[in-house]
């Protein structure tokens, strides 16, 4: 609790004053530009990052291209992911998220208005749904995150579980590069357990080009892309 209260006065509080105006382009996406509502996030998510001082370390970057598309495909630590990602990215891009997010009074309006897929994971023509918008997105040149894993991991010793290699379906359906991110440290933000070293790596580990990835289907691909995370979360908890 002694943690939330100093999160407070070093800034947070910003956010609840901040909160009609969020509430606002959630109910009328329409009338304001998606890049205007991604920078008005990107500047909430500043707020919060010093608010909980959250340092994070950037490794790979240099192997993506600010104008192309891609899939970016990671390990999930916890919902924080979601604004560690836009913090790092000025240029709009689409996250894949639970439906159960959606009712998250900060994050999941976020998500929301910065155009966000929601999906229900136990229900199979939903995550059909949610293919095909990710493939539209694709095709409109918009980048997308998700996550394979499906379900959270939150503490420093877990490592991801089972990747749905459905996931990586729209890239293979629309030749899109494949982003290979390892997270590490995103789900100390919020934890009571962490008051301070709060340290977030996030690595590009490889991008993977549609003549590679074709040659394997998805199940392959998918296997292949959670021993090179793991592999680098390891190297994260050696540091």
């Known amino acids: ?13 910003k956010i609840l004053f901040a909160y009609p105006k969020i509430r606002k382009y959630a109910k009328n996406r329409d ?68 439906k159960e997010a959606r009712e998250y009074p900060f994050v999941g309006k976020i998500i929301y208005f910065i155009e966000g897929i929601f999906f229900d994971r136990e229900n199979l023509r939903d995550s059909v749904r949610m293919i095909r ?37 729209p890239a293979y359906d629309t030749k899109t590069k494949i982003v290979v991110l390892a997270m590490d440290g995103s789900y100390k933000i919020l934890s009571t357990k962490y008051k301070k070293d709060l340290v977030v790596n996030v690595k590009v580990v490889d991008v993977i080009d549609s003549s590679v990835y074709e040659k394997k289907n998805t199940n392959e691909l998918s296997s292949e892309i959670k021993e090179k995370i793991i592999n680098n979360l390891y190297e994260f908890r050696k540091q």
């Open 133 to 169: 918008e990710c493939e539209e997105k694709l095709r409109n040149n918009r980048s997308v995150v998700i996550f394979p894993e499906g379900t959270r991991t939150r503490d420093e010793n877990h490592m991801p579980g089972e990747f749905k290699a459905g996931a990586l379906k």
């Open 31 to 98: 009338k304001y530009s998606l890049e205007e509502r991604y920078a008005y996030a990107r500047k909430l998510i500043n707020i919060v990052m010093k608010a909980f001082r959250v340092e994070i370390k950037t490794e790979g970057f240099e192997k993506i291209n600010n104008d192309e598309t891609y899939l970016f495909v990671g390990n999930h630590q916890g919902f924080m992911d979601a604004l560690v990602m836009i913090y790092l990215f000025d240029k709009p891009f689409c996250f894949v998220s639970k």
């Open 1 to 13: 609790m002694f943690k939330y209260i100093k999160v407070i006065f070093r800034g947070a509080y």
